[in-house]
């Protein structure tokens, strides 16, 4: 990985675009995807990329690692989760776009889950940004999707009841396809 957090990164809110902005050198800028209705009040500042901010990146940027996503994706996936995780105003379940499943999942920060769509079952995959008790927030890890007429695009936030998420697999299912899957050797 080439992208790494350095002290000099800090973020700072960008009224022209309505955005919660990463600066991380004065020739590279990362723009959230969250909209400032969206965002708790603190964030209409300036403040540094903190410690806690790089250890969240790098915890979410190796969980990429499950996904099939190019390195600049993983990156704006990763920088989007410590954005949802950190500030964005609560929000309330919406699970009903996703079935039930036989068995509760208790995810973990960071976890790469699976969703099925209520309409057809087809399979969503998210990452897990704030996990709770009950339900989830998480952030859609693949291109996008339509559900009960709504659009879901990469990185958009979705507070999901737990007993909605399935643990992602090891093999490889045809419904996937955006999961890769690696072998693992062992060595003496």
């Known amino acids: 990985m080439t992208f790494r957090p350095t002290d000099c990164w800090r973020w ?10 990463l600066e991380v050198s004065s020739e ?3 723009r ?9 009040p603190d964030v209409f500042g300036e403040f540094p990329f903190s410690v806690s901010d790089a250890t969240s990146y790098y915890q979410f940027y190796n969980s990429c ?3 099939n996503l190019t390195d600049s ?9 410590i954005v949802a995780a950190n500030f964005l105003k609560p929000q309330m379940p919406k699970s009903w776009y ?7 999942y208790i995810p973990k920060v960071a976890d790469i889950v699976e969703v ?3 309409e057809d079952g087809q399979k969503v995959c998210l990452m897990v940004v704030e996990a709770g008790g009950n339900a989830s927030l998480c952030i859609i890890a693949q291109a996008s999707f339509i559900a009960m007429s709504k659009t879901f695009v990469f990185s958009e936030a979705i507070k999901v009841m737990n007993d909605r998420l399935i643990p992602i697999e090891k093999q490889s299912t ?6 890769d899957y690696f072998g693992f050797k062992a060595i003496s």
């Open 32 to 40: 959230s995807c969250y909209p400032s209705k969206m965002l708790v």
């Open 12 to 21: 700072y809110f960008d009224s022209e675009y309505d955005s919660l902005m």
């Open 73 to 81: 994706q993983k990156v704006e996936l990763s920088i989007n989760a």
């Open 174 to 179: 045809e419904q996937a396809p955006t999961l």
């Open 98 to 104: 996703f079935s039930q499943q036989p068995k509760l």
């Open 28 to 30: 590279m800028l990362f």
């Open 116 to 118: 099925n769509l209520q």
């Open 65 to 67: 690692q499950l996904l």
